[in-house]
T-cell receptor, first 114, second 116 residues
Framework: EAQVTQNPRYLITVTGKKLTVTCSQN?????MSWYRQDPGLGLRQIYY???????DKGDVPEGYKVSRKEKRNFPLILESPSPNQTSLYFC?????????????FGSGTRLTVV | AQKVTQAQTEISVVEKEDVTLDCVYE???????LFWYKQPPSGELVFLIR??????QNEISGRYSWNFQKSTSSFNFTITASQVVDSAVYFC?????????????FGGGTRLMVKP
């Protein structure tokens, strides 16, 4: 089944403790991206990657890091989480071909930083 | 810069009523894509429709219909004979063809509550 898999689904952590949210897709998509969802703000892009070893900042990159060493994986790293990073996070991927603009989202990771 | 506005933050209707969710977008690109997603209480994002900027035909899928009007930069979503299962947050989103990295710009969402 074609899908984007995020782990964990739920995470409660303490301020300053480094964490990684994993994202993996099995569709051979070139493009991957991370979003955070906050009430009233919709989803905002954190980082994106257009291919292996190619990443760039989205609208709200502060406090986050990413890497793209393999095509299928795009982990989101919070080096020193803070309470304002409490949010619902989504990973997404899509094919690069212009005629196929389908986006596939993971199931989301609800992060709470206390 | 691209922008999506969903002016209705919350809508409450009684079952079987029709309801329209508004979406207004801004873009400088001539080629772009518009989307609607549904987010039920379980939290996942469910894709509903994609429409490209060259196709202004309205679309109907069962009780759902979409009205795309480039003249007013709107892509409104109507649910006919609403049901309790339609209760969710609905997001409108835009993707510009010329801005490949910025995959999707979302509106703030509209929370729809359908009461029995």
């Amino acid at each position: 089944e074609a899908q984007v898999t995020q782990n964990p689904r739920y995470l409660i952590t303490v301020t300053g403790k480094k964490l990684t949210v994993t994202c993996s897709q099995n569709m051979n998509h070139e493009y991957m991206s991370w979003y955070r969802q906050d009430p009233g703000l919709g989803l905002r892009q954190i980082y994106y990657s257009m291919n292996v070893e190619v990443t760039d900042k989205g609208d709200v990159p502060e406090g986050y890091k990413v890497s793209r060493k393999e095509k299928r994986n795009f982990p989101l790293i919070l080096e020193s989480p803070s309470p304002n990073q409490t949010s619902l996070y989504f990973c997404a991927s899509r094919d690069s071909k212009a005629y196929n603009y389908g986006y596939t989202f993971g199931s989301g990771t609800r992060l709470t930083v206390v | 810069a691209q922008k999506v506005t969903q002016a209705q933050t919350e809508i409450s209707v009684v079952e079987k009523e029709d309801v329209t969710l508004d979406c207004v977008y801004e873009t400088r690109d001539t080629t772009y894509y518009l989307f609607w997603y549904k987010q039920p209480p379980s939290g996942e994002l469910v894709f509903l429709i994609r429409r490209n900027s060259f196709d202004e035909q309205n679309e109907i899928s069962g009780r759902y219909s979409w009205n795309f009007q480039k003249s007013t930069s709107s892509f409104n979503f109507t649910i006919t004979a609403s049901q309790v299962v339609d209760s969710a947050v609905y997001f409108c989103a835009l993707s510009e063809y010329g801005n490949a990295g910025n995959m999707l710009t979302f509106g703030g969402g509209t929370r729809l509550m359908v009461k029995p």
